[in-house]
């Protein structure tokens, strides 16, 4: 007997949008798309208007940033880390 259910849809990854995404990391609308612009995080683009995120792909590339960074100032000598900046946090 087969165990393959033919009544069930196949997985399909879902795409946020723009204000969707910005709710889930708790940023703004504007933070998003500016880190999509600066290439920080992967985004597809639609139309000149219209940006969806892959939510996996966008925590994977947050997350590679954030250990490179933790790398760096690892090895930087802490009087040099006097303040620090949103871009520090990703």
Known sequence: MNDVSIDQPPTRDEFLTARQLATVLQVSETTVRRLAQKGRIPSIRL????LRFHLQSVRDA??????ARSRRTATQDASEQTQLSFSDLL
């Open 62 to 67: 947050l997350n590679e940033t954030h250990h």
């Open 47 to 50: 139309t000149p208007r219209i």
